[in-house]
């Protein structure tokens, strides 16, 4: 592990958008927020729009598309109607996610192996869009050999487990988890030095300094806990602190 360059924070602005659903309202208005998040130093914006429309709507991403500064990076289940809509919106980048109606957050990574020619399939149409595209998997071997093979852009590693276990107060587990991080980011570079590897999933201001110190990772996404810290110390204030805890 090494110091030597910390990652880029893509802010995922979802939760602004499940705030404002919640209600049926027209705010808090995810793009207000979005373009907050960038003048307080995010190199990016992540959006979801998920098969059942629970936080992010079409017309978010549309919107967003057009007023960004920085880049969007937008996540998507890998099913024909998303796809349509990101070739048409043509973000920077496209994150592909695995996806179920039930699930209360993204669980588990993109099964890349068990669907690899559907998934290659999927990165050739983006491609052909102008997109960029990452594979949102969890920290395994196989999975990184079959984004690879697909010819992913990039590649998003799971934290969630790392971060569950820091939750639990599992430090050997933590451990486990943040050793497997680690070895799928060499893994990765081995395999192709130029796939980018990005993560995220569960971070906060407190396990974050550990994965922003792992040398290869380009960039973190992190929604959740910066959008609940920003209840306290507003979301500019809230950016801040989290890039400064990704540079201790
Ligand atoms: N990356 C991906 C692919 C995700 O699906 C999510 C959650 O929407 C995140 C990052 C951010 O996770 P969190 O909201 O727990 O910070």
């Given at each position: 592990?090494?110091?030597?360059?910390?990652?880029?924070?893509?802010?995922?602005?979802?939760?602004?958008?499940?705030?404002?659903?919640?209600?049926?309202?027209?705010?808090?208005?995810?793009?207000?927020?979005?373009?907050?998040?960038?003048?307080?130093?995010?190199?990016?914006?992540?959006?979801?729009?998920?098969?059942?429309?629970?936080?992010?709507?079409?017309?978010?991403?549309?919107?967003?598309?057009?007023?960004?500064?920085?880049?969007?990076?937008?996540?998507l289940?890998?099913?024909?109607?998303?796809?349509?809509?990101?070739?048409?919106?043509?973000?920077?980048?496209?994150?592909?996610?695995?996806?179920?109606?039930?699930?209360?957050?993204?669980e588990?990574?993109?099964?890349?192996?068990?669907?690899?020619?559907?998934?290659?399939?999927?990165?050739?149409?983006?491609?052909?869009?102008?997109?960029?595209?990452?594979?949102?998997?969890?920290?395994?071997?196989?999975?990184?050999?079959?984004?690879?093979?697909?010819q992913?852009?990039?590649?998003?590693?799971?934290?969630?487990?790392?971060?569950?276990?820091?939750?639990?107060?599992?430090?050997?587990?933590?451990?486990q988890?943040?050793?497997?991080?680690?070895?799928?980011?060499d893994?990765?570079?081995?395999?192709?030095s130029?796939?980018?590897?990005?993560?995220g999933?569960?971070?906060?201001?407190?396990?974050?300094?550990?994965?922003?110190?792992?040398?290869?990772?380009?960039?973190?996404?992190?929604?959740?806990?910066?959008?609940?810290?920003?209840?306290?110390?507003?979301?500019?204030?809230?950016?801040?602190?989290?890039k400064?805890a990704?540079?201790?």
């Open positions: 592990m090494t110091t030597s360059h910390r990652p880029l924070l893509g802010v995922n602005i979802d939760h602004v958008a499940t705030l404002r659903q919640a209600r049926g309202v027209p705010y808090p208005s995810p793009l207000e927020a979005a373009l907050l998040c960038e003048q307080a130093g995010a190199d990016g914006i992540t959006l979801h729009l998920r098969e059942d429309r629970r936080h992010i709507q079409d017309a978010d991403v549309f919107e967003m598309a057009d007023k960004l500064t920085t880049r969007m990076n937008l996540e289940a890998a099913t024909a109607e998303m796809v349509d809509i990101a070739c048409k919106v043509k973000p920077e980048w496209v994150c592909l996610v695995p996806e179920k109606r039930e699930e209360l957050t993204t588990g990574g993109l099964d890349v192996v068990a669907q690899q020619s559907h998934i290659a399939e999927v990165i050739a149409k983006l491609h052909t869009a102008g997109c960029k595209v990452s594979l949102f998997i969890d920290p395994e071997p196989a999975q990184i050999e079959a984004a690879n093979a697909c992913a852009d990039a590649i998003e590693l799971h934290t969630g487990a790392y971060a569950e276990a820091g939750l639990a107060n599992d430090a050997i587990k933590e451990q988890e943040l050793d497997r991080i680690l070895t799928a980011v893994f990765a570079k081995s395999q192709n130029s796939l980018i590897v990005n993560a999933h569960g971070l906060t201001r407190d396990n974050v300094t550990t994965i922003a110190k792992i040398d290869g990772i380009y960039e973190l996404n992190i929604g959740h806990a910066l959008i609940a810290d920003a209840i306290f110390m507003g979301l500019a204030d809230a950016v801040k602190a989290m400064a990704m540079s201790q």
